[in-house]
Every structure is written in C-alpha cells, then in structure tokens.
C-alpha cells in the first residue's frame, strides 16, 4: 500500500510541476513518518523513498538507530527544546523548524558539519503556532548565519487549516520573503495542500497521511 501510495503522490507532484513548467526533480518528497511504526519507513525505503520526517527529537534519535543501517536522510521538522538539539544535530540532515537564534546555538555546538535549516514563519500571525513573525525573519537570519555549522537553505512554513485554496497566498507570502533574503529553499505543503504548495513554489512537500495512512495517537 505504501508503495502504491508514493507512486500516486509522485504522479500528483509531476502534475502540479506541469502546469507551472517546472522540473519534478526541483521537488523534494519528504515522507513524514512520525508516530508510525518503523516497519512503515522501511517499506517506503524499499519502494524508494530516502526523506523521512519526524517531529519529536527522542523518536527520531530512537529511529534513526534502529534504521541506521539505511541510508535514510533524516529531516527534523517540529518545533525543539535546546535541550534535546543533541539528538537532532547528531542524526539530521536538515532542521524545518528554526525560530529562536538560541536552538541554533545549541544544534551548532553539537554538530561537527553543518546543518542545514529552514526558519520557520508563522505566515498567519497565528498565536498557538511556532515560528517567528514574517517582520522579524530578516533579524533571525542574520543572528543564526554567524553560528557556526548552521547552514539556513531555506524558509518553511505551516499555514492554517482550512480550505487548501486559503494557504496560496501564504505559500506566495513565503516565496517573496524568501526572494527577498536571498533564500533558495521553500519548505511548504502536506497532504492537503501540496500541489498547491508545488505551483506556489515549493521545493519540499511534506507529506505524512496520504503515504503512511493515519496517525496513531500521541501517547
Ligand atoms: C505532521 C506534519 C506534516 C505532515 O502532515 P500530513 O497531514 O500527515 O501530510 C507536515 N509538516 C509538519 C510540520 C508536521 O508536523
């Protein structure tokens, strides 16, 4: 089923790069396996895929050993405490969440190569979510790029869930951000909006619940 799963989504990623010319090969596929089982991961690695994404820093340390005989690029992508950076420096290839020049500090001790990260934006000025305020990303960029092996590729962002149409011109709001600190990297889309994502720009999707099935809960 997983594998059935990818190739769908694949299909759907070639669509949307289509209808804006662009290559499918701009677009990276990040499987986001959080809460699921590592059985799952290792049945997406057998049908292919390489990008897995986890949220919580002790699941992905005890994943990323139980799996390290794979070559699984590992992508931190939920919010962290500066006290749990060690277990993402030592396994990630790549943070999505950076929102406070301090957890860069943190990562960029533990980390003897650099780590690449995508600053998070709140793009709606949403009280209960992480990331900082699209007005302060050009501040925060400037305090972590002088931390030494952290690398910022990119921006990411995880606007409101509604309707997938309502997250375009959050998508849009993140690739001029981006533009305009000088950013290659756009982080943006999950299951329900990632072609959008896709014609907006995006050079990650994450998608979780439409390759894995649903979530167990979170105990
Ligand atoms: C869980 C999660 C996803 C994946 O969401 P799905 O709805 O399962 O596709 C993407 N990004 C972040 C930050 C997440 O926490």
Same mark, same amino acid.
């Given at each position: 089923?997983?594998?059935?799963?990818?190739?769908?989504?694949?299909?759907?990623?070639?669509?949307?790069?289509?209808?804006?010319?662009?290559?499918?090969?701009?677009?990276?596929?990040?499987?986001?396996?959080?809460?699921?089982?590592?059985?799952?991961?290792?049945?997406?690695?057998?049908?292919?895929?390489?990008?897995?994404?986890?949220?919580?820093?002790?699941?992905?340390?005890?994943?990323?050993?139980?799996?390290?005989?794979?070559?699984?690029?590992?992508?931190?992508?939920?919010?962290?405490?500066?006290?749990? %950076?060690?277990?993402?420096?030592?396994?990630?290839? +790549?943070?999505?969440?950076? /929102?406070?020049? #301090? &957890? *860069?500090?943190?990562? @960029?001790?533990?980390?003897?190569?650099?780590?690449?990260?995508?600053?998070?934006?709140?793009?709606?000025?949403?009280?209960?979510?992480?990331?900082?305020?699209?007005?302060?990303?050009?501040?925060?960029?400037?305090?972590?790029?002088?931390?030494?092996?952290?690398?910022?590729?990119?921006?990411?962002?995880?606007?409101?869930?509604?309707?997938?149409?309502?997250?375009?011109?959050?998508?849009?709001?993140?690739?001029?951000? %981006?533009?305009?600190?000088?950013?290659?990297?756009? +982080?943006?889309?999950?299951? /329900?909006?990632? #072609? &959008? *994502?896709?014609?907006? @720009?995006?050079?990650?999707?994450?998608?979780?619940?439409?390759?894995?099935?649903?979530?167990?809960?979170?105990?």
């Amino acid at each position: 089923m997983i594998r059935e799963n990818l190739a769908a989504i694949h299909q759907r990623i070639e669509a949307a790069c289509a209808r804006k010319g662009r290559a499918p090969s701009e677009v990276t596929l990040l499987a986001v396996s959080k809460l699921q089982p590592s059985s799952m991961i290792r049945e997406a690695y057998e049908a292919g895929q390489r990008d897995f994404g986890e949220n919580y820093a002790q699941e992905l340390r005890d994943k990323a050993e139980e799996l390290a005989a794979l070559y699984v690029r590992w992508h931190a992508i939920g919010p962290l405490q500066t006290n749990k %950076a060690k277990y993402v420096a030592k396994v990630a290839t +790549s943070f999505h969440a950076l /929102d406070r020049a #301090e &957890i *860069a500090e943190a990562l @960029g001790k533990k980390r003897s190569t650099p780590l690449d990260c995508y600053l998070e934006i709140n793009v709606a000025g949403e009280e209960s979510k992480s990331g900082v305020a699209p007005e302060a990303a050009p501040a925060l960029l400037d305090a972590v790029s002088k931390i030494e092996n952290i690398r910022v590729v990119g921006l990411m962002c995880m606007p409101p869930m509604e309707e997938p149409e309502h997250a375009r011109p959050h998508f849009r709001a993140l690739r001029e951000l %981006a533009r305009k600190l000088g950013l290659p990297g756009l +982080s943006m889309g999950t299951t /329900d909006d990632f #072609e &959008i *994502a896709i014609e907006e @720009g995006a050079t990650l999707v994450r998608v979780g619940r439409s390759i894995f099935g649903a979530r167990p809960a979170r105990h």
